[in-house]
C-alpha cells in the first residue's frame, strides 16, 4: 500500500516537473519569438538595394547609378524617421568603419575644389607637367582642380556616398542577431535569384539581355552572366553572395537536428547536434538551400570568368574549412559538399562551351605560368605603368574615374591590344585615382571587416560563428580576386560588399556584449546597445541632409541618364550597324544621336570629342559627295596658313564662299573639341583637332603647333599625333625628324601606316618606300595594296616580291602551324612576282614542315598545277578528295589536274591514255584552276 502511495506521489510530482517544464519553455519561446522584429519599410530598402541595383545592368550603367543614388538616401532617411517616430529610438552606434570612409570621401571633395595654383603643386607636383595650372603658360585655360576628369570624378563621389550610406543604415539598423540573419538572408535571395535568372537567360539562347535589352558590345547568349555586362563582375557576385546561402543552408539544417520543441525562426536554441527523423520544414529549406548554392556555382564556373570561377571555389572551401573550425559544419554536411562538387563538375560537362572549355581554363589557371593567363603581357605591362603613375601622384591620385584617361600617358598602346578601362586590379586603381593614403584606407576596412569576422568565428554564440563564417567567405573572395580585377566598380557588387561589411561590424558589437560563458539560447534577446542616446527631434536633421541629397544626386544624374539613352544609341549604330539601313543613313543617325548626348550632358568631355569627330567625317563625307567643287580640308587649313588675310573677318568671309553652307560643322567640330579639353584636358585627339580645325578661328602656326604639342603631352604615344607632328616637320623642310616619327608609327599603327602608304605611293617607287620602311608582313600587304590600287605593274611585281621574302624570313622564327600558313601565302606572292625559282624554294619548304590540314593540301596542289608539275599537284589534290570526299570543288580540281596531266603526256606520246582511279567518280563540267 505504502508502495502504491509512493509510486503515485511520485507520478504526480513528475506530471507537475513536466508541468512547470512546459510552462517554462512555453515562456521562453514566447520571449524569444516576441524578440523578432516584423518587417519593416527599411527592410523593405534593402530588399530594393539588394535586388534593383545588381538586376540593373550590374548598376554599371548610369540607370543604376541614379537607382542607387535614389535608394541610398531613401534607406537612411527611413532610418532617421524612424529614430523620430518610434517609441524606442536606438542609441547612435560608433563603428571604426566610419574613418576610413570619411578619409575617402575627404579626398574625393578635395579632387574637386577649385585651389590656388601653389596649394595644386605642393599636393600634386607632376599635376603641371600635365596641364596647365599658370594663366596664359599653355595651350588651354588654366586647370584649378587636383582630378583631370571631374565630371566622372563628381558621379563617383555621388555613388560612394550612396553606398556609404548604405553601409551605415544597415550597421545601425541591426538591433538584434535575427536582423543580421534578415539582412544575410535578403542578400541570398538575391545572389539566387540572379544565378537563376542567369541560367535561364544564357538557355533561352537570346542576344538581348532580360530579352528587350540591346548592349553595345556584349550579348546574353556568349556567356553565364546574368543582368552584368561583364562575365567577371558576374562571377564576383556570385563568389560574395555564396558565403551567406551556405550560412543560411547551415542553419536550417541545424534547425532539423534540434528537436522540435526547441526549434525557432530567429536564432539556435540550444548549441547541441540533436537528431530528428522525418521531413520537416528545415529539412526542406536547407535542401533547397544546397540546389541554390550548386545553381550558384554552376553559373560562376559557367561565366568562364578565370579568376571569378577559383574565387567562387576558393570562397565555398574558406566556409567549409573555416565552418569545421568553428565546429559548424558535421561529417555529412562536408560529404555533401563533395557530392556538390560532383554535380557542377557534371554540369560543366554536359554544357560545356563551344570555343573554350572550361576544363582548358581552369589548366591554364592551375598548371600553366603567368604568361598564359596574362595573354599578351598586357596586364603586367599595365601594372608596371600604374606603377609610375602611382609615383607621380602618390598623395590623392589623378581623380576618381581618371583612369582611363590618365594610363595613355604611360603605356602605349598598339594595333589589336586592349584598352584598359580600368586598372585590372582593386588596389592599384585606388592608389592611381585616390592616391596611397586612400588605399591604406581601402586596406583598413578591409583588415576591420576580416577582423570582425575572425572575432566572431570565436564566438561562443552558434548563430554569431555562423555569421563570422559567411562573412569571412566573402571577405577572402572579394580581396583575392580585387587582385586580377577591379570588380569594386559595379555597384551591384559594392552595395552587397557594404551590407555584408556592416553585418559584420554589428554582430561584431554583438559578440563583446555577450557575457562570458553565455551560450546561445539567450542569443534571440535584444541586447541592450551602447551608443549615444540623442533626443529624438535630432534626427530631423540628418533627415533634411539625406533629402537634400537624393534630391540634389538625382537631378545631377538625370541628365546623365537622358544623354547615356542617347548616346548607348549611337554605340549600337558603331558596334551593332543595322543592315536594312545604308551606310549614309547610319552616318547621319550616329551623328544626330551624338549630338543629342553632347547636348543633354554637355559637361562630358568624351561626347564632346566623339561628336567632334562625327561632325569632322561627315564633313568630309560631305566633301567627298562633290569631289569637283570641293577643296580638302588639308588644302584649306595650308592656304588659310599662307597668310594673305588681313583679318579673321576676311578669313572667315573667305572659308563661307569656299565651303559654303557645311563650314557650320567644322565651326562646331572645333567647338566641342574646345569643349572636351575643358572638361577632360587629357584628352589627345582633341588637342589634334584643335590643330587641324584651329585655322577656322584664325590661330596662328605658333597657337597651331602649341596645341599638337599639347596633345603629345598628354598622350606621347598617341599614333595619330605622331603621324601629325611628322607631316608638319616634313612639311616645314625637317624631313630626317619627320620621318623619324612616322617610321615611329609604321609598323606598330595600321590605320597611320595606311596614311602614310597612301600619301606616299603615288610619288615614289616601291623599293624605295620599302628600302625606307623596313616593313613587316602587315605593312608590306599594305604596301602591295596600295600600289595594285594605283595600278603601277613594276612597283606591284617588286612589292609581291618583297612580300614573299618577307613571309619567308618571318616563319622560320614561327611555330610549325603558322609557319606553314606564312610559307604558302609567301608561295603565292611569288607567283605573282613571276619569281619561279623563289617559289619552288618556298614549296620545298612546306613539304619539309608536313603540311597538315585540307586547305594546305588545296594550295598546294593548286601551286604545283601552275607550275605544270603534275606528280606533286596530283598528291596533294588527292589527300583532298581524300579527306573530303563529299567536296565537289576537290574533286574538279583533282579530275582537272588528272587531265591536264594526261594532256601534258599525250604531246610527248600520243598512246597514253588517261587514266582514272578506281571508285572515283568523273564530273559532268570541269572548269580548270585559274
Not at 541610398?72 to 532617411?77: E, I, N, S
Not at 526547441?262 to 528545415?282: D, E, L, V
Not at 592656304?639 to 579673321?648: D, I, L, R
Not at 624570313?809 to 603565292?828: D, F, W
Request: charged share 15%; aromatic share 8%; glycine share 6%.
Amino acid at each position: 500500500m505504502d508502495a502504491t502511495n509512493a509510486e503515485h506521489r511520485s507520478h504526480r510530482s513528475s506530471r507537475r516537473s513536466s508541468s512547470r517544464h512546459r510552462e517554462s519553455h512555453a515562456r521562453t519561446s514566447v520571449k524569444e519569438h516576441s524578440s523578432i522584429r516584423h518587417w519593416t519599410l527599411l527592410d523593405v530598402a534593402l530588399v530594393l538595394l539588394a535586388f534593383a541595383i545588381p538586376f540593373i545592368m550590374g548598376g554599371r550603367e548610369p540607370y543604376g547609378w541614379i537607382a542607387l543614388a535614389i535608394l541610398g538616401p531613401l534607406a537612411a532617411g527611413l532610418w532617421c524617421l524612424r529614430q523620430i517616430v518610434t517609441d524606442k529610438p536606438t542609441p547612435l552606434v560608433w563603428s571604426w568603419m566610419y574613418l576610413p570612409m570619411a578619409f575617402v570621401a575627404g579626398v574625393m571633395f578635395l579632387q574637386l575644389t577649385p585651389l590656388p595654383e601653389a596649394t595644386l603643386k605642393s599636393i600634386s607636383p607632376h599635376l603641371a607637367t600635365l596641364v596647365s595650372l599658370s594663366p596664359g603658360t599653355g595651350a588651354t585655360s588654366t586647370w584649378k582642380l587636383l582630378t583631370v576628369a571631374p565630371h566622372e570624378s563628381q558621379q563617383g563621389l555621388i555613388l560612394f556616398l550612396s553606398t556609404a550610406l548604405v553601409f551605415a543604415m544597415t550597421y545601425q539598423h541591426q538591433r538584434q542577431t535575427s536582423d543580421a540573419w534578415r539582412v544575410l538572408g535578403i542578400i541570398a535571395c538575391a545572389i539566387i535569384a540572379m544565378a537563376l535568372f542567369a541560367l535561364l537567360q544564357f538557355f533561352a539562347g537570346t542576344d538581348l539581355f532580360f530579352g528587350f535589352y540591346e548592349h553595345h558590345f556584349g550579348t546574353a547568349k556568349d556567356v553565364v552572366k546574368g543582368a552584368f555586362t561583364n562575365r567577371n563582375n558576374f562571377a564576383h557576385f556570385m563568389a560574395i553572395g555564396i558565403g551567406p546561402v551556405l550560412a543560411w543552408m547551415c542553419y536550417w539544417h541545424m534547425q532539423h537536428q534540434q528537436p522540435a520543441e526547441h526549434q525557432s525562426t530567429g536564432g539556435f536554441s540550444s548549441p547541441g547536434f540533436g537528431k530528428t527523423s522525418g521531413i520537416s520544414i528545415a529539412l526542406i529549406m536547407a535542401g533547397l538551400l544546397a540546389v541554390s548554392a550548386i545553381v550558384m556555382s554552376f553559373a560562376s564556373l559557367r561565366s568562364l570568368s578565370r579568376m571569378g570561377s577559383i574565387v567562387t571555389i576558393l570562397a565555398i572551401l574558406t566556409f567549409m574549412i573555416s565552418g569545421s573550425l568553428a565546429r559548424l559544419i558535421s561529417f555529412r554536411m562536408l560529404m555533401g559538399g563533395l557530392l556538390a562538387c560532383a554535380l557542377v563538375a557534371g554540369g560543366l560537362v554536359i554544357f560545356k562551351p563551344e570555343y573554350m572549355s572550361l576544363d582548358e581554363k581552369v589548366e591554364v589557371a592551375i598548371s600553366g605560368g603567368i604568361e598564359e593567363m596574362d595573354g599578351e603581357d598586357g596586364r603586367r605591362k599595365l601594372w608596371q605603368a600604374l606603377t609610375v603613375m602611382i609615383n607621380d601622384f602618390p598623395l590623392v591620385g589623378s581623380g576618381l574615374g581618371s583612369h582611363r584617361e590618365i594610363y595613355p600617358v604611360y603605356l602605349p598602346k598598339k594595333d589589336g591590344e586592349t584598352e584598359y578601362t580600368h586598372a585590372e586590379n582593386g588596389y592599384l586603381q585606388i592608389a592611381v585615382e585616390l592616391g596611397l593614403p586612400a588605399l591604406a584606407c581601402a586596406i583598413l576596412a578591409l583588415i576591420i571587416v576580416f577582423a570582425a569576422s575572425i572575432r566572431l568565428h570565436l564566438a561562443k554564440n552558434q548563430e554569431l560563428r555562423l555569421i563570422g563564417v559567411a562573412i569571412l567567405s566573402a571577405a577572402v573572395a572579394t580581396t583575392v580576386h580585387s587582385v586580377t580585377d577591379f570588380a569594386w566598380y559595379a555597384p551591384g557588387n559594392t552595395v552587397i560588399l557594404a551590407m555584408l561589411a556592416a553585418v559584420a561590424c554589428r554582430c561584431d558589437t554583438f559578440a563583446r556584449l555577450q557575457p562570458e560563458g553565455t551560450s546561445s539560447e539567450v542569443s534571440s534577446a535584444v541586447p541592450v546597445l551602447p551608443g549615444l542616446q540623442l533626443p529624438q527631434w535630432f534626427y530631423a536633421a540628418p533627415l533634411a541632409l539625406t533629402i537634400l541629397a537624393g534630391t540634389w544626386w538625382t537631378l545631377e544624374l538625370t541628365p546623365v541618364v537622358k544623354a547615356y539613352t542617347q548616346f548607348r544609341q549611337f554605340q549600337l549604330l558603331v558596334f551593332r550597324p543595322r543592315p536594312d539601313i545604308e551606310t549614309q543613313e547610319i552616318n547621319t543617325l550616329k551623328l544626330k544621336h551624338i549630338l543629342a548626348a553632347t547636348k543633354l550632358d554637355p559637361a562630358d568631355g568624351r561626347y564632346a570629342i566623339l561628336a567632334s569627330l562625327q561632325l569632322k567625317n561627315f564633313f568630309i563625307e560631305l566633301q567627298e559627295r562633290d569631289p569637283e567643287n570641293a577643296i580638302p580640308l588639308a588644302q584649306l587649313q595650308q592656304t588659310a596658313g599662307s597668310g594673305g588675310f588681313e583679318s579673321n573677318a576676311q578669313l572667315r568671309e573667305w572659308l563661307q564662299r569656299v565651303v559654303g553652307p557645311s563650314l557650320k560643322y567644322i565651326d562646331a567640330s572645333h567647338q566641342l573639341a574646345r569643349r572636351s579639353v575643358r572638361s577632360l584636358p587629357l584628352t589627345g585627339t582633341a588637342y589634334l583637332q584643335m590643330y587641324e580645325l584651329g585655322f577656322l578661328q584664325g590661330s596662328s602656326s605658333e597657337q597651331s603647333r602649341n596645341m599638337l604639342e599639347q596633345g603629345l603631352v598628354v598622350r606621347p604615344y598617341a599614333s595619330n599625333l605622331l603621324l601629325a607632328k611628322g607631316t608638319a616637320l616634313i612639311t616645314s623642310g625637317e624631313a630626317d625628324a619627320g620621318m623619324a616619327l612616322w617610321k615611329q608609327v609604321f609598323v606598330d599603327y595600321s590605320s597611320a601606316r595606311r596614311q602614310i602608304i597612301n600619301l606616299l605611293a603615288p610619288s615614289i617607287p616601291a623599293q624605295e618606300l620599302i628600302a625606307q620602311f623596313e616593313p613587316d608582313s602587315k605593312a608590306a600587304s599594305d604596301i602591295l595594296a596600295a600600289y595594285t590600287k594605283l595600278k603601277k605593274e613594276a612597283d606591284i611585281t617588286i612589292a609581291a616580291d618583297a612580300l614573299g621574302k618577307i613571309l619567308t624570313n618571318e616563319s622560320e622564327q614561327a611555330a610549325p602551324e603558322i609557319a606553314r600558313g606564312k610559307l604558302i601565302s609567301a608561295a603565292y606572292q611569288f607567283w605573282n612576282a613571276k619569281n619561279l625559282q623563289a617559289l619552288r624554294e618556298t614549296l620545298a619548304k612546306v613539304e619539309e614542315l608536313h603540311p597538315e590540314t585540307v586547305a594546305q593540301h588545296r594550295d598546294l596542289g593548286g601551286l604545283y598545277m601552275r607550275l605544270q608539275e603534275w606528280d606533286s599537284a596530283e598528291r596533294h589534290l588527292k589527300r583532298c578528295v581524300d579527306l573530303q570526299p563529299a567536296n565537289p570543288a576537290y574533286a574538279k580540281m583533282y579530275e582537272s589536274v588528272l587531265r591536264s596531266r594526261q594532256s601534258a603526256q599525250s604531246s610527248l606520246s600520243p598512246r597514253t591514255s588517261l587514266v582514272i582511279p578506281a571508285g572515283h567518280q568523273t564530273s559532268p563540267s570541269l572548269s580548270p584552276l585559274r
